[in-house]
């Protein structure tokens, strides 16, 4: 098995990962968090035979307070349409075909996919802890750690999965990256956008995200829908 250290910070905690030597695939992996020696911090996916672990901090204005607006907007919009279940980052996202099981920022399964191609499955110990299957979209907020793994390997993975669509999101520099990536047979495409607005299948409506800067001096994030 080979690990793969994500690091910023926190280069010191990686220490105190120890990946156990059955873990050897999916299955194993996936059973594995299930275990009590599994970490209660950071992240840690399973990506096509590699266990990939991020120890750093996420950044509260340029990650957390980026999917907590995000996931806000849309998780009210899923809400009151009755559209099916929106989910913010700590489910685990399971994928066969994929060989995926990773801990996306947020996922969407509508109604439709919770009844052929998504399963919500219960944990050993009690309550519901992982999707499996094909979820409509998946949100990633790049963090510095993160960049190869969001822009590269899920942006793969993700299709092999069948996601329709991956939001892709990088607030670190001063031009906000608000991307909207739509399932094609040959891979993900960038949704053209216009006026910044960009369409979105999934929820048959447009988007916006806007950053500005609020009365103390600090960043805000403003999802707009129409």
């Keep these: 098995m080979v690990v793969l250290s994500l690091l910023g910070l926190d280069d010191q905690l990686v220490d105190h990962v120890e ?6 695939d999916l299955g194993a992996f996936r059973r594995w968090m299930g275990k009590d020696d599994f970490p209660d911090e950071g992240r840690i996916d ?5 266990v990939w672990v991020d120890m750093s901090k996420e950044q509260v204005f340029t990650h957390v307070l980026v999917k907590t ?4 907007g849309l998780s009210e919009l899923v809400e009151a349409n009755e559209w099916g279940i929106f989910l913010g980052d700590g489910i685990l ?5 994929a060989d995926i099981a990773v801990n996306s920022d947020a996922l ?9 191609r998504v ?3 219960e944990g050993k110990k009690g309550g519901y802890v992982e999707l ?4 409509d979209m998946v949100l990633e907020v790049v963090s510095t750690s993160s960049v190869r793994k969001d822009t590269e390997r899920l942006r793969r993975d993700y ?5 329709t669509e991956y939001w892709l999101v990088d607030a670190r520099k001063e031009s906000l990256i608000f991307d909207i990536l739509r399932h094609t047979p040959k891979g993900y495409r960038t949704t053209p956008k216009k006026d910044g607005w960009v369409k979105s299948v999934v929820f048959g409506k447009s988007f916006r995200l806007i950053q500005r800067i609020d009365v103390q001096g600090r960043p805000k994030y403003i999802l707009e829908v129409r």
């Design 69 to 72: 607006r995000i996931t806000a």
């Design 93 to 97: 996202l399971s994928n066969v075909d």
């Design 19 to 24: 990946i156990p030597p059955w873990v050897i």
């Design 132 to 135: 499996e299957g094909s979820p």
């Design 46 to 50: 399973y990506i096509k035979g590699e």
């Design 119 to 121: 399963r919500i499955l």
């Design 159 to 163: 299709w092999e999965a069948g996601i």
């Design 108 to 116: 969407f399964a509508s109604n439709d996919a919770l009844a052929d």
